[in-house]
Structures are given as structure tokens and as C-alpha cells.
């Protein structure tokens, strides 16, 4: 049980920052709602990076589907004319961000990669970047990947990935209002693209948490939630673990938080935090673009300590 003095002392901080909303959700029960005013109930939000962990669920629902072979199918599958180095390139490469390919977005790119997002043909861009070491070996973020991810989903299922996710994952969810932009070529972006209302973010949270299972109605493999939520690279010790396109939550020791959370996170403070075992699903949408990890630290100082 979440006490309400915790829920009070949460609402006092938030309202202090620019965070526009937080949801948590504790059994399949709202048990907290807070908006800066009441625009933003009905407000898309700008999810950022968010979106790439909606494009992982994605990618399960097509191997699901049959329309990916699996997360090893090589990419040379999609794209030819690739290097030698890259035809080693698979779609699991992509999703863990261990490509090899040299993309400074984390360091002198400032978080955004302004050069693809100002390129002509942002799969090109991608693709012409040199490798600089063996894929498979190294994560360092990188949104081309995400892109990447959704121009082979595209090809794989014949269709602009807004409909397939239509289709698959948001009609399902009774997800009705949101925006997933193109890129130039008309490939939605898979990195940052996404609008979404605060109460579809934790509709995605609980899909999650109840293991691709929507009120019966089986929407992903309950093999392909946990796989993609399972730390398997530890780049950066200030945010955690990273799995699918999602992140795992870790300690000090970079082990595995207890009990384990997962969580999709988007620049300027966009958060799914999920914490299966306290069946509990928390949502942030922030203008924090100077401090993207505070509700992070909220979550983890007010929530988790008190749990």
C-alpha cells in the first residue's frame, strides 16, 4: 500500500517542478493523479524516446506475427549494398543500441542527433556512419538504431508502421489520439516520434505488466515482455540497465534493482516505470529538458523506499 502522507509529500515536490502530469497505478487501481492544470489531462504529450520502447512491443507483435523472423535475422535482409562489417548487423543489434557504429548523440550531439534529424534520407545517414567497433560488443545510444528498427518493420509487414501499431497495439488498447511522425522518406521515427496522452502511457505500462495480456485479449508473447525487459548491457550507471528498448532499473552494485523495475524514458522527463512485483505502474510527462532523470529520483526516493 502506498500510504497517502507518500502521496501527499509527492504531489508538494512535483507541483514545485515542471512536471505536467503523474499517474500511479497500484493494482489496476488509479491511486494517484496529478495534472498542472486541467489542459493536460487531454494533452498529447511529446514522449520522446519514450517511443522506442513502443517500438519494441511492436517488434514482438510482428515475430509474433510471423512478419520478423526473430531478433537475429540479419538486417542485410532489408538493406543491401551494406559493408562487410555491417552484414554482421542484426535486428537484435539494433534494439540493445550495440550496432558499433560511431554516434556521439550521448556526447557531442547533446542527447539529440541534430545531424540525422537535418539529413535528407535519415536510413542513409544511418547506414553511412562508420563502424567503429564489432557490433554486439558495445551499447552507446543511439536513435538511428530505433530508426532503423522501424524502417525494417515497415518493409516486413508492407505497411506505414502507424497502421500495423493501429492494428495491433493501440486499437486494441483503446489508444485513439496520438501522432507518430515521418521522417522525410515517410518512415515513421522510431526513435522520438510519438504523441501520447498520459493515460494511454500507463495503458502501455499495464500491457506490460500483465505480460502482453489486455483484458484477456493476448496483444504480445508474455516471452517477448520478458525478454525485452532483461538487463542485458550496463552503459551508464546514472540510469540503469538496458534490455529491448527498454531500461532496467539497477543498484549501486549495477545489479538488478529488488524488486525489479523497468521503465521507457524520454528526454525532458517522459517516463513507464514498472515494478511487477508491487503490480505497480507509474507514469511522468515533464518539460525537464535540464533534468530528464528527476522523476526518476522521485520514483525512486518517494516510492520505492517507501514501498
Known amino acids: ?29 488509479l491511486v494517484f493523479e496529478y495534472y498542472k492544470n486541467s489542459k493536460m489531462k487531454d494533452k498529447q504529450h511529446k514522449v520522446n524516446s519514450v ?24 538486417i542485410s535482409d532489408f538493406f543491401p549494398n551494406l559493408t562487410d562489417l555491417q552484414n554482421q548487423l542484426t535486428i537484435e543489434h539494433l534494439l540493445t543500441m550495440t550496432s558499433g557504429l560511431d554516434w556521439p548523440e550521448f556526447t557531442n550531439w547533446g542527447g539529440r542527433p541534430m545531424p540525422m534529424i537535418n539529413s535528407r534520407d535519415w536510413v ?22 530505433s530508426h532503423l528498427v522501424s524502417a525494417i518493420l515497415q518493409m516486413a509487414t508492407g505497411q ?33 516520434g510519438l504523441t501520447l496522452k498520459a ?70 522527463g517522459q517516463y513507464i516505470i514498472v515494478a511487477p512485483e508491487n503490480q505497480l505502474i507509474v507514469t511522468f510527462t515533464s518539460d525537464l529538458y535540464n533534468d530528464t532523470f528527476k522523476p526518476l529520483k522521485y520514483f525512486k526516493d518517494i516510492i520505492v523506499c517507501h514501498h
Open 1 to 29: 500500500m502506498i500510504s497517502n502522507n507518500i502521496l501527499t509529500e509527492l504531489e508538494k515536490k512535483i507541483k514545485k517542478d515542471k512536471i505536467t502530469s503523474c499517474l500511479i497505478q497500484r493494482e489496476d487501481t
Open 124 to 145: 542513409q545517414f544511418i547506414l553511412e556512419r562508420p563502424m567503429v567497433e564489432a557490433p554486439g560488443e558495445n551499447m552507446n545510444y543511439n536513435s538511428g538504431c
Open 51 to 74: 517511443t522506442k520502447s513502443v517500438l519494441s512491443i511492436l517488434v514482438g507483435i510482428a515475430i509474433d506475427r510471423g512478419d520478423l523472423e526473430g531478433v537475429h535475422q540479419p
Open 160 to 192: 506505414p508502421l502507424t497502421g500495423y501499431a493501429d492494428s495491433y497495439l493501440f486499437k486494441p488498447l483503446g489508444i485513439k489520439d496520438y501522432i507518430w511522425y515521418s521522417d522525410a522518406k515517410g518512415i515513421v521515427i522510431g526513435g522520438f
Open 199 to 268: 493515460e494511454d502511457m500507463l495503458k502501455i505500462g499495464q500491457l506490460m505488466l500483465h505480460e502482453g495480456d489486455w483484458n484477456g485479449q493476448r496483444v504480445v508473447s508474455k516471452d517477448w515482455v520478458k525478454e525485452s525487459t532483461k538487463p542485458r548491457f550496463h552503459p551508464y550507471n546514472k540510469i540503469g540497465s538496458y534490455g529491448y528498448h527498454w531500461w532496467i532499473l539497477t543498484d549501486e552494485d549495477r545489479q538488478p534493482a529488488q524488486p525489479p523495475v523497468y521503465f521507457a524514458m524520454g528526454y525532458g
